[in-house]
């Protein structure tokens, strides 16, 4: 049968096939209406027989009652082009879209979930509780203001030299870039199911990145702030709909997942000096209150 030949109806609803690369199962044509239903992982769809996707199809039907019950409660943005993940409250429902174009997940279904700056651990859920690990970005950004401060002072200097001679720019001199990598790269979210057609979901969001021509800690650290915000209310709307009951741990950088209890330590003079400078942040609205208390409880040691 060529490209062009008159193709025999979808065998599940009996609509037209496609004339332009139409998709098949189990070697036979299916309609892009039946087909386009189709939302699962990637290794499962490849692999289903006819019987399965008319079993999916079913799911799918039974399905679309809880997007007809669905009421938005809240939408997590994972930047403008990325990943929308919307949250009913009421009736512990979530979907990673916001238009209800995808599978809607019961909050029952969620087994796990893993937040992650790169590959460090941020955020570990599940029914047995949520662990916040505590970043080091914003120390780490901070660790970086002499290379912004030298890379400024020599962007003025090869301005200066450009303006030697008759006082105007003349584009003698190459404009300098700030190229030096940021603290990391992207939010990583896992979430694991306990489900018939999705075990585990990954999306991420781009961490904040330093101007390239005016790099500013503090506005790297503010951008870095709004992101945590929506970090911290996708954590909350997981925890409400899949893990109500589940109990809030501080885990500092670097320890193992054991559940240790970590004793009162006396502070040191540098530990009380680190927590003075992260409370001015804090006060500059640099970060926010829940991240200051945290910071000053990894160096109290509690």
Request: contains cysteine; glycine residues 4%.
């Amino acid at each position: 049968m060529g490209l062009f030949s008159k193709k025999p109806p979808c065998p599940i609803c009996g609509g037209k096939i496609s004339w332009l690369l139409p998709a098949k199962i189990e070697g036979e044509y299916i309609c892009n209406a039946c087909y386009n239903k189709m939302d699962m992982e990637s290794d499962k769809a490849i692999n289903l027989t006819m019987q399965e996707f008319k079993e999916y199809l079913m799911f799918y039907d039974q399905n679309q009652l809880l997007k007809d019950q669905f009421v938005i409660s809240e939408q997590i943005d994972f930047g403008v082009w990325d990943t929308k993940i919307i949250f009913d409250y009421l009736n512990k429902l979530f979907c990673m879209s916001k238009n209800l174009d995808k599978t809607v997940f019961e909050g029952s279904q969620l087994k796990s979930f893993t937040i992650k700056e790169d590959n460090v651990p941020l955020f570990e859920g599940s029914a047995e509780g949520i662990r916040r690990y505590i970043s080091t970005v914003p120390e780490r950004a901070m660790t970086m203001a002499p290379q912004i401060s030298q890379f400024m002072m020599n962007r003025q200097m090869a301005r200066t030299l450009d303006r030697l001679d008759d006082g105007k720019a003349n584009g003698s001199t190459t404009m300098q870039y700030f190229d030096i990598p940021e603290p990391f790269q992207a939010f990583n979210v896992e979430l694991y199911f306990d489900h018939p057609y999705w075990t585990v979901i990954k999306c991420d969001m781009d961490g904040p990145r330093f101007n390239n021509t005016h790099p500013d800690v503090n506005d790297y650290l503010r951008s870095y702030q709004r992101s945590m915000e929506e970090i911290e209310k996708l954590v909350t709307a997981l925890k409400t709909v899949a893990f109500p009951s589940a109990t809030e741990q501080f885990v500092s950088p670097g320890t193992a997942a054991t559940g240790t209890v970590h004793t009162p330590m006396t502070p040191s003079a540098d530990a009380i000096e680190e927590i003075k400078k992260y409370k001015t942040l804090m006060e500059d609205g640099i970060i926010s209150q829940q991240e200051f208390d945290a910071k000053k409880r990894q160096l109290l040691g509690i």
